[in-house]
């Protein structure tokens, strides 16, 4: 199968690694490019935030392949290379160092990257952003030394730095001009829960306010917020979440929105590229609209996806967004995608630390988030999947089986009795 064929894979990371696996699994026996800008082999990143940036576990634990896979399986890796220009009309992109390359099919996978806080002294030494396994060795050392750390962002990345440098025992305050943390995703009432985590464990958050600037000499000593305080720190972090990284479809002159714009079957608006990962907004046929997911489940199951439709698949991409976080001892997943909802309903007591939040529009669940809780994402997603009314006494009763909620209630619905 077009043994004398070229497929290329910009951003060698998690999205682009399983797709190049995919690719071999399924067959394709051309030449086969895998081109990252990091020197390091594809690697995972939330251990970043986590067990690796608490020097839990090593470098070895983060790598997506071992290191003979890709000689093994005739990928070519080409590491610290950029590719810097794309002509879609002529299927040649470049490569740092001006090499040319002509591809048969082409897949964008160069992710996301933090987005920098416009403010002043905001390249003083020590305001820190974390991406890279050089990031988080840059900030484990800092971890190393102790002292007092101020996170700005009290979302995902925010969230899970301030819990590793508590666990380690630095000092931390987060500030965050929403009300309480994760408030974007997961709204204000299940934000507080995580809001008394972080208070529980000793770290200090100041919500409802943000940077007006980070003070100090040659490094950062201190940050002005927004209210009027000064919070003085040995380092700082920043999490203000992420921008797709475009560039080089735009060069390209791909439709972008929000990142790059892919179909179901994540082909872009070039014939012959396809896009998959962080940086791709890929229309969802449950949706009926484009999202974009910035999370790990995504680019491991979405890499593969792309690869099968570069192969002449036609399957549509349609998994249900599921994500996980760690702070403390609090483990989470959380499947599906809610813009807007008009309440929550809780499974199971939160002071406990253990139970499961609904998301509802309507009688429907449009998404639900287990804590604590574990083997119950099939179930959730169900309920989300098939869209069936549900009733809140019953998705809130702990002894009817998480399968069996969405069976028709014999009682009269609580919303029916409601004034
Ligand atoms: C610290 C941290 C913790 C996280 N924790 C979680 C978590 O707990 N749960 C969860 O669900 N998700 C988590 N995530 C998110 C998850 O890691 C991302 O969704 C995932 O990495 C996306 O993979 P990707 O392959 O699409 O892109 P990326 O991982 O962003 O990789 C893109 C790659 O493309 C390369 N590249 C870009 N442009 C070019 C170019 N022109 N030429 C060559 N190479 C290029 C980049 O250098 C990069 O290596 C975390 C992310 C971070 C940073």
Same mark, same amino acid.
């Given at each position: 199968m077009s043994a004398d064929q070229t497929y290329v894979i910009v951003g060698a990371s998690l999205a682009g690694a399983k797709a190049a696996e995919t690719l071999r699994a399924e067959g394709f026996e051309g030449r086969l490019l895998l081109v990252g800008a990091e020197a390091e082999r594809p690697y995972e990143r939330p251990p970043l935030s986590k067990e690796y940036l608490r020097g839990e576990a090593g470098r070895e634990k983060v790598y997506v392949h071992d290191a003979d896979f890709y000689a093994e399986h005739d990928i070519e890796l080409e590491l610290g290379r950029r590719v810097v220009d794309l002509d879609v009309s002529r299927s040649e992109l470049t490569l740092d160092g001006e090499e040319r390359v002509r591809y048969d099919r082409l897949l964008l996978t160069t992710g996301a990257e933090p987005r920098r806080l416009p403010v002043p002294? @905001? $390249?003083?030494?020590?305001?820190l952003y974390l991406r890279s396994v050089e990031d988080s060795d840059a900030l484990r050392e800092r971890l190393d030394r102790g002292g007092a750390l101020v996170v700005v962002g009290a979302g995902w990345i925010g969230a899970e730095v301030a819990a590793s440098a508590r666990q380690r025992g630095l000092e931390v305050t987060v500030l965050d001009p929403l009300a309480v943390p994760l408030e974007r995703v997961l709204g204000g009432e299940v934000g507080a829960i995580y809001r008394d985590v972080h208070a529980d464990h000793g770290t200090r958050l100041l919500m409802g306010t943000g940077v007006k600037a980070f003070e100090g000499g040659a490094a950062v000593e201190r940050v002005r917020t927004s209210d009027g305080r000064e919070l003085e720190c040995d380092f700082v972090v920043v999490g203000v979440g992420v921008e797709p990284r475009t560039e080089l479809a735009a060069k390209a002159g791909l439709t972008l929105d929000n990142g790059i714009a892919v179909d179901e079957r994540l082909r872009?608006? @070039?014939?012959?590229v396809f896009a998959a990962g962080d940086v791709a907004n890929a229309y969802h046929p449950f949706y009926g609209e484009r999202i974009r997911v910035e999370h790990w489940a995504n680019a491991l199951n979405q890499g593969p996806a792309a690869a099968r439709s570069m192969l002449g698949g036609d399957a549509p991409y349609d998994r249900l967004p599921y994500f996980f976080s760690d702070q403390y001892d609090v483990g989470m997943e959380y499947s599906g995608f809610a813009r807007a909802w008009d309440r929550v309903v809780l499974r199971g007591d939160p002071a406990s630390r253990e139970f499961i939040a609904f998301w509802l529009a309507g009688d429907r669940v449009v998404a639900g988030m287990n804590l604590n809780v574990w083997d119950v994402t099939d179930p959730i997603q169900s309920l989300i999947r098939e869209s069936v009314a549900v009733d809140d006494r019953r998705l809130a009763?702990? $002894?009817?089986p998480l399968a069996e909620v969405a069976q028709p209630a014999t009682g009269p619905r609580l919303r029916d009795r409601a004034p």
């Open positions: 002294g @905001a $390249d003083l030494e020590g305001v872009t608006s @070039a014939p012959g009763d702990t $002894d009817v």
